[in-house]
């Protein structure tokens, strides 16, 4: 089974500015794949190249097996999509507009849309124009889920929704997902990756810095871990151990930070009289601030 897309040194120049250069992505059926950056980061314009809104300066996208530049209506017909800027006819109600598009894909199930509006909870009497950034929001989530597309492209989509239509959202992508669909969903808010997503692929100033899955992406930074003794325990040995720093001892306990295998530490302590074992996973935020951080501190080494 061929990637739902792929991506190979795929760049985008807009003049002497920067879009995004040698992007290489690859999405597999039915994961829920999370492309992850700050405002500005090349995010958009991936997305955008996708569509075949905008033609690459170089390099390759494919969808579904199509190069992108060669059929992008056959490609648009299996995608639901929701744009990061979404503005449509004032004048139309929300259920003018979930039916216009609805049209436009010949059909949907009416039950379903009804089943989307009221687990989005959405009123699609009031008029576009008449709708808060977050109800317009959830009028294009209907708009990209109504078809039960086969990909689904979503730019910053939970942009504006209350936290309990998040989690409605969240419903609906592992829905998607357990159905063997694909989700493509780019973010800034890292707890939304963190929590759906089973790979995510870091975006810095239109490169990409890592491709992994959460877990993998999480287990590159380190563990916080403590531990308690019911005798002091000196620190050297443990200092000793490849990928322990920042050891800290303060009378009966160890405190340090571990990259990489943590079994070399629980080794050598249950080698002591342990009391308690306490390691605190880094969380996704945490990873991205350090990768942004070492990739800016070199960043301006080399400028240096």
């Known amino acids: 089974m061929p990637p739902v897309i792929q991506t190979h040194k795929l760049t985008k120049a807009y003049g002497p500015h920067r879009g995004i250069v040698d992007v290489d992505l690859t999405v597999n059926e039915g994961e829920v794949f999370?492309?992850?950056g700050p405002n500005g980061a090349g995010k958009t314009t991936t997305i955008r190249v996708l569509l075949d809104l905008i033609r690459p300066t170089s390099g390759t996208a494919t969808v579904f097996g199509v190069e992108t530049t060669a059929d992008p209506v056959a490609i648009h017909r299996r995608i639901g999509y929701l744009p990061g800027e979404w503005n449509l006819y004032d004048?139309?109600?929300g259920a003018e507009t979930i039916r216009y598009f609805a049209n436009l894909r010949g059909g949907v199930d009416p039950g379903f849309v009804a089943q989307l509006v009221q687990r989005l909870d959405l009123d699609p009497s009031r008029r576009f124009g008449e709708y808060s950034k977050g109800n317009k929001q959830k009028v294009g989530l209907v708009v990209a889920?109504?078809?039960k597309p086969e990909l689904l492209i979503l730019?910053?989509?939970?942009?504006?929704l209350d936290p309990l239509v998040q989690q409605s959202f969240n419903e609906l992508l592992f829905e998607a997902k357990a159905e063997g669909r694909t989700v493509f969903l780019s973010s800034h808010i890292i707890s939304e990756v963190e929590r759906t997503c089973d790979r995510v692929a870091i975006i810095r100033e239109g490169r990409l810095v890592r491709v992994d899955t959460v877990e993998g992406v999480r287990a590159l930074a380190a563990?916080?871990?403590?531990l308690r003794f019911a005798a002091p325990v000196p620190a050297a040995a443990f200092e000793a151990i490849d990928g322990v720093t920042n050891v800290v001892e303060e009378g009966?306990?160890?405190?340090m930070l571990v990259t990489g295998p943590i079994a070399p530490v629980v080794r050598l302590a249950g080698q002591h009289e342990l009391?308690?074992?306490v390691s605190r996973e880094p969380s996704l935020e945490e990873v991205f601030?350090?990768?942004y951080a070492t990739r800016q501190a070199g960043t301006s080494a080399g400028a240096a």
């Open 34 to 36: 999370g492309f992850l």
């Open 91 to 93: 004048r139309l109600t």
């Open 145 to 147: 889920l109504q078809h």
């Open 155 to 160: 730019d910053e989509p939970t942009a504006g």
């Open 223 to 226: 563990h916080e871990v403590e």
């Open 252 to 255: 009966r306990t160890l405190r």
């Open 275 to 277: 009391v308690d074992f």
């Open 289 to 291: 601030l350090s990768e």
